[in-house]
């Protein structure tokens, strides 16, 4: 065959591509992994404990198992032994993989058996006949700042200068206490996965952000050779960073082993809330004091989230003053507190998301004390080199973000006093906050083969969790080979395709797109070679960029953007309406406007869920949840959701060979400051507690009106 080595300039990069599974996708013929069709197909349905911290002392299993289509029953009586001891590739698992290992309830919603049966439903009646007894012993599941238990885990804190000398030098001073809640990820996607053995290899059809790092994982855990275990997670409706191995996964396999059938396990809404992580609420203390004309003396940022008493969990929202902001004085704190409750992870922006609440609302308020405009604080304040690393930063627009925002906004217009805008009912505010994000990449391996139709096809373990992902890597590809994207071919998500980075970090594209741009260059220069000439099985490059990454220079890396937000309060029914919100990004190179657009309005929606909507609520008296469902937990939806407009400056990564900086969580960074910032010029009223919710808007004005009920 002869391959066609027409050099174009390919519309790839930074032209608007529609996602190529799309089709796949309205159509319903894309499969997720509870719905590809298995022949022998068993169904397990997990049993969580209704107690929040004990032991089991008995579980009626004989009466399941006589139940209709029942299989097997699993809990820690008959399950097979795993290692709990297993470090992976992002660290220990949470131990509630460990599953049915111990008589132990550590918190609630631990997974304490599986029933298999021959469907789904029958497999759930069993599950919910199932009898199980616990010794209960007392739980302790409060969180709160001041409680006892907190402690600083190593490395978690950083200072330079004396910050009560200068917060008392200072002209102006805030210091304020800032609270959010427990949220949750809630993916459209419920956690799924089908497991059998084919071939003497273990198969998992899963949703997940890492097919690698799950199969490492799984092997780890069952003492498997990593070659034995082999994951693929074609499509995934979401993950947010709770899409790791779990509890599940572990079952199924159990499972799958024991009955040598395919087995399926699928989570109802109120398991994924019980067993998959969340976001841990935070109790912050931010300290600022500037001289007059608004240049900070002390920034000091106290954070602290809980963790399990499995496993410890830093938030680490104290990180974000870190690179942001300089003072003479400058200290920054994660601590954690464990408490009974199951462990919470990483959910997009992890860290940021609470941390830039607490700091850029007391910037707000101290803009507002100093009388000074808060975009020109912020530009005061901008540091030329990393205020605690002493780095260079790899690029830093975050001030070009704030001008091109401001005009796009309108801002200029903006009257600062509070509480004197109307229309009708409506109190008006407008208010902004910056925004940023850690720009990493991390080696990763990717092949890229030229077939002998003229085609190309690229292999990489990624993982497209809604992103795009699999679109993007296709248009690097294609600008790197010169040919147009609709001859490149993607396979994705696949763990035999090698080790790469998962889907994470907001790493995901650049780092895999690091990869493919560097086989697909190599390729490129191996055609010629082949005069013409391209064999059957074609010619394949193969890269890993290990070496690459750990030759980038010592930087600050991050993005960076501004957040605008305007609202409407009704403060007779505590009601608040976002408006319109604007983002402006300096986020490296956008590989795919069309689907870039929609990542960073997403986060910006997620923000509005924070300010307004998001909070897992916690029953101390029984230890688990109230409402954990879509009913209980409201999460922004059409209606909560105005225009909301992301736009991007001009700001290719200066040493990502495409540009990348990366952009899945930038987008709800500082949203909810700018909203609650917004809030406080419409009201006047500072909300520091997360979401400001109906209640707190009226008991605010109650307290206004010095109403001896508030
Ligand atoms: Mo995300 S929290 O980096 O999966």
Redesign the pocket.
């Known amino acids: 065959m002869t391959q066609a080595s027409t050099t174009v300039k390919p519309d790839a990069v930074g032209v608007a591509h529609t996602r190529v599974e799309a089709l796949d996708k309205v159509t319903g013929a894309a499969r997720y992994a509870g719905e590809i069709p298995f022949a022998e197909l068993a169904h397990g349905w997990l049993v969580l404990s209704t107690v929040t911290r004990g032991r089991i002392t008995s579980i009626d299993e004989a009466a399941v198992r006589a139940l209709p289509g029942v299989l097997t029953v699993l809990h820690h009586g008959n399950a097979p032994r795993v290692k709990d001891d297993v470090v992976g590739a992002l660290g220990r698992p949470d131990p509630i993989v460990e599953v049915f290992q111990h008589d132990r309830v550590p918190h609630a919603g631990w997974p304490v058996a599986l029933v298999v049966a021959e469907t789904s439903e029958q497999a759930r009646e069993a599950a919910e006949a199932l009898v199980v007894t616990y010794a209960q012993e007392p739980h302790d599941v409060a969180f709160h700042a001041g409680r006892p238990g907190v402690y600083t885990p190593p490395e978690m804190e950083t200072a330079k200068g004396d910050l009560d000398a200068q917060l008392a030098a200072s002209a102006a001073v805030v210091d304020a206490a800032y609270t959010t809640p427990e949220q949750h990820h809630t993916a459209m996607e419920p956690h799924a996965v089908t497991v059998r053995w084919h071939d003497g290899r273990l198969e998992l059809f899963d949703s997940n952000?890492g097919s690698k790092w799950v199969a490492d994982d799984l092997a780890n855990l069952f003492s498997l050779d990593t070659s034995a275990v082999h994951v693929r997670s074609e499509h995934v409706g979401g993950?947010?960073?709770?899409?790791g191995l779990r509890a599940h996964h572990v079952a199924a396999v159990m499972a799958a082993t024991e009955l040598q059938r395919p087995v399926r396990v699928v989570l109802t809404r109120r398991q994924v809330f019980a067993t998959t992580g969340y976001r841990s609420p935070t109790a912050q203390r931010v300290r600022l004091g500037a001289d007059a004309d608004g240049r900070l003396r002390a920034f000091g940022h106290e954070h602290l989230n809980l963790t399990s008493n499995l496993r410890e969990f830093v938030e680490g929202g104290a990180g974000f003053g870190r690179s942001m902001y300089d003072a003479d004085a400058h200290h920054t704190v994660n601590r954690v507190v464990p408490v009974d409750v199951a462990t919470p992870?990483?959910?997009?922006?992890?860290g940021e998301a609470p941390g830039s609440f607490a700091v850029e609302s007391a910037l707000d308020e101290l803009a507002e004390r100093l009388g000074i405009d808060p975009i020109a604080l912020r530009v005061r304040n901008e540091p030329t080199v990393g205020p605690v690393s002493g780095l260079p930063f790899s690029s830093r627009n975050l001030l070009g973000c704030f001008e091109e925002g401001a005009r796009l906004f309108g801002w200029a217009e903006r009257d600062p006093r509070p509480r004197v805008r109307r229309d009708g009912r409506w109190l008006l505010g407008t208010g902004t906050a910056a925004s940023t994000f850690p720009s990493g990449a991390a080696p990763s391996t990717a092949s890229v083969t030229a077939e002998a139709d003229g085609s190309f096809t690229v292999r990489i373990t990624a993982s497209d969790?809604g992103t795009g992902a699999r679109t993007a890597l296709g248009l690097i590809a294609a600008e790197a080979l010169e040919v147009a994207p609709e001859r490149v071919r993607v396979r994705i998500a696949d763990s035999d395709f090698g080790n790469a980075w998962?889907?994470?970090?907001?790493?995901g594209t650049r780092s895999w797109g690091w990869a493919v741009m560097a086989a697909a260059r190599d390729l490129r220069e191996r055609l010629p070679l082949a005069a013409g000439e391209i064999p059957e099985d074609g010619i394949t490059a193969t890269t890993d960029t290990g070496a690459l990454i750990a030759q980038l220079a010592q930087k600050e890396r991050y993005a960076y953007g501004a957040q605008f937000a305007e609202v409407a309060v009704d403060v007779l029914s505590g009601e608040v309406r976002v408006r319109r919100m604007l983002g402006v990004f300096a986020a490296g190179r956008i590989v795919n406007p069309l689907t870039a657009r929609s990542q960073l309005v997403g986060g910006m929606t997620w923000g509005i869920s924070m300010a307004l909507h998001e909070e897992a609520v916690r029953d101390a008296a029984s230890g688990g949840y109230v409402g954990a469902d879509f009913a209980g937990y409201h999460v922004a939806a059409h209606a909560d959701v105005p225009a909301v407009r992301a736009e991007w400056i001009d700001d290719p990564d200066p040493d990502d060979p495409v540009g990348i900086k990366g952009i899945?969580?930038i987008g709800i960074v500082g949203t909810a400051a700018a909203i609650a910032n917004a809030v406080w010029h419409a009201t006047g009223v500072r909300h520091r507690d997360l979401p400001i919710r109906p209640d707190r808007v009226l008991l605010a004005e109650a307290r206004q009106d010095g109403r001896p009920d508030a």
């Open positions: 952000q993950a947010f960073g709770s899409k992870t990483w959910m997009r922006a992890p969790v998962v889907a994470g970090g907001s790493m899945g969580e």
